[in-house]
């Protein structure tokens, strides 16, 4: 089973529990078991293999002694609590010593847990910040104002719309809330904190009066949970105070409530009693299946993951043959998977583009067997989608089941909750034993032209944002090397190449005629992506330099050959840095980091209103229908002069907000034009289409380029562009 954005490793440990329930049942197989867990964080997998060293340490222990018990609650603390005893912390302490003496002496921290070695720096780095560095961060006191700050305002803003709270929990959750720290078992408290468990019981007649000393006992008793801890990342924000440690752990509790589950807690006072006996099952799971389990933990990205699983671009370390290694110097034993049984996502797709990413990404790996799925859901906008066909409409331009068969060969076989679809886990097979369709099954040639431009629109040019409306914004991701990965995908589907090459000299030349539109709202609706629209010829030249270089960085990639004067050539294509002085680094331009593409603009071109909507809605001059048919304004032949001569924007881009530069690779012809025409240059947001700086300040590309390294095929394979 892999398992995608794997967090906080609930759904593996649940997982693993039903996987011993199943196993233990009369005349089953014995099977072994192999978890393919990732995560681009690696503080999330960090924690996890703590987690997994204490769950394996707990499953061995004697049942109900002291011993097992300081270890049942110092994994409680570790995986909800901001706060925790002085023994818990004690015993943390002493497993990341464990974790780091086994990893610095190149042995694995646990015999079922296999740490890639290329990661293994990256761990002990996070493990000894652990130890050091990061109980700097926050003092107990600044974690107590915190978490009760936080969650007073949070309990301000859901106005009597909180889950209810668990039976018994009423004094902790109200200790929570004010103090930050979450009631011990009573064991434990009369092991290691009586005081603790005097002040609880004035606590309970008295709340008032003994907050202040439950406080100050904290102060000197407690210790914060640094594994919530991302110093990194914390010491990359503008604003610190931003750095978010104030949730509630009760509402957690619905996660692990479950009355299938083979423990259930008997008499709960505390939150401690509701979660144990779920780790209670997952310790005793392991020991059953110890000897048949594997889990392993990959750090990284989803999308390259699982590129580099399918196309086998690791080495096995145990080959010794020079050409072991030519691809890539990342080992992966020879003997582990790359078909799966399941494929579970969580959220993911929420970050990466919806399910274009998955069905391009998670699809191959599964197995050919119809009981092979694919489960994700949506948490991120949730209530912006009735059905699993409008998110589908809106990432993929895919209107119904039909032709989500036709251009992806996958079936959905639950759509979850008809009143909160995307709130529930969607599962997804493949539609047939293989990614290859029969050409009778395909998309039709006039219907698929049309999918393939208003994707590429939607794609370059994806619609602005209320940013105001937290709840159902939809982020675009994905920069047009998606476009890439597709055509090749698409061409293993049985789409022909003469269809796909068409499509994308058709964009690289700037001759695009479709009755598709670049999306006119977000999300975009099913009726939207439906339409029928006027045939038009629609420009795509601000787009088509950066499509013709990438043609030319992807070429190994595409299933037939480009022959075009507008892709460059391979010795035409150098690594550019623009430095951007003006472009401050600030809080809002932090937060839109993500979704940032580089302008081009000769101001010689720039129509009448043309210089507000370069500041404020660069869309508006992007879309070659909007001044015909959406805002007459931007309309006629000095906007079409300007979209075809004077703005070009560059997706494909890294920034680097401490050195203000934008670095992307790029053919010399254009940025010599760039400079010889005079063009500025400058970062937009492609969430609101706003410019990060005044447009009247952004810098002259001649005073801001520098041109870097030739594209070298074979040195870049590795790390080609950014996606």
Known sequence: MFFGGIGDARNLLRTIIDVAEYDRRPH?????????????????????????????????????????????????????????????????????????????????????????????????????????????????????????????????????????????????KSLYFSTAMLTPPEKIMQLHDQEMSKLLKKYQSNPRETVSELKKHAK??????????????????????????????????????????????????????YLSPFFQDVANAIKHLRGRIQVEAMLGDFVDTAESIRFGLYHDKDDTSPSSSIITTNSRPRDFPILYDRIHLSNVPDYMGGHLSTFLYAAPLLKPFESSTVESNCLRNTGAWDSVESFLAHYQLIADQTMLRQL???????????????????????????????????????????????????????????????????????????????????????????????????????????????????????????????LKKLCTAPFKVEMGTLARIFEPLLPFALTSEAIPADDDVYHYTFHLPSHEKNRENAAASAYLALGFWDIRFVPRLGIIALQHDLRALLDPSWGDEVDRDFQGPAYE???????????????????????????????????????????????????????????????????????????????PVQK
């Open 408 to 534: 992806t060969q996958i079936k959905v076989i639950f759509a979850g909750d008809p009143f909160w679809p995307m709130g529930n886990y969607t599962k997804y097979r493949l539609a047939g034993t293989s990614l290859h369709q029969p050409f009778g099954e395909l998309l039709p040639r006039i219907a698929f032209n049309k999918w393939f431009y208003g994707l590429f629109f939607s794609l370059a040019s994806p619609f602005n944002l209320d940013l105001d409306d937290w709840k159902c914004i939809v982020y675009s991701p994905l920069t047009l090397t998606i476009i890439f990965r597709l055509i090749a995908h698409l061409r293993l589907l049985g789409y022909p190449s003469h269809w796909l090459s068409e499509c994308l000299i058709a964009i690289i030349e700037d001759k695009v005629t479709s009755t598709c539109r670049p999306p006119r709202s977000s999300p975009s609706s099913i009726a939207e992506v439906k339409k029928e629209h006027s």
């Open 28 to 172: 089953s197989q014995k099977k072994s078991y192999h978890f393919t867990i990732v995560d681009i964080n690696t503080c999330a997998i960090t924690r996890d293999m703590i987690l997994f060293m204490m769950l394996d340490e707990f499953s061995g222990q004697e049942p109900k002694s002291d011993e097992a018990l300081e270890t049942l609650s110092t994994i409680f603390y570790i995986y909800i609590a901001t706060l925790m005893p002085h023994c818990a912390f004690l015993y943390f302490d002493r497993m990341i010593d464990k974790a780091i003496q086994a990893l610095e002496s190149g042995s694995q921290p646990l015999k079922w847990l296999y740490l890639h070695e290329q990661d293994i720096p990256k761990y002990l780095r996070i493990l000894k910040q652990w130890k050091g560095e990061a109980l700097q961060v926050f003092t107990v006191t600044q974690v107590i104002n915190k978490v009760t700050k936080q969650l007073g305002q949070f309990k301000d803003m859901l106005q009597g719309m909180a889950p209810p709270l668990p039976t018994g929990c009423e004094q902790d």
């Open 220 to 273: 000197q008793h407690w210790k914060f949970n640094t594994t919530l801890v991302d110093v990194g990342f914390y010491y990359s924000l503008v604003d610190k105070n931003e750095y978010d440690i104030g949730h509630d752990p009760f509402q957690a509790r619905e996660s692990f409530e479950d009355k299938t589950l083979p423990s259930q807690p008997l008499k709960p006072s505390r939150l401690y009693d």
């Open 641 to 719: 002069k300007f979209r075809e001569k004077g703005l070009f924007l560059w997706s494909t881009i890294t920034w680097d907000g401490e050195k203000k530069e934008a670095s992307a690779w790029m053919s010399k012809s254009f940025v010599d034009s760039l400079v010889e025409n005079k063009f500025h240059c400058g970062l937009y947001r492609t969430d609101n289409w706003t410019s990060i700086v005044p447009v009247t300040t952004a810098e002259n590309v001649r005073d801001a380029v520098k041109m870097g390294r030739k594209w070298n095929r074979s040195s870049n394979l590795s790390s």
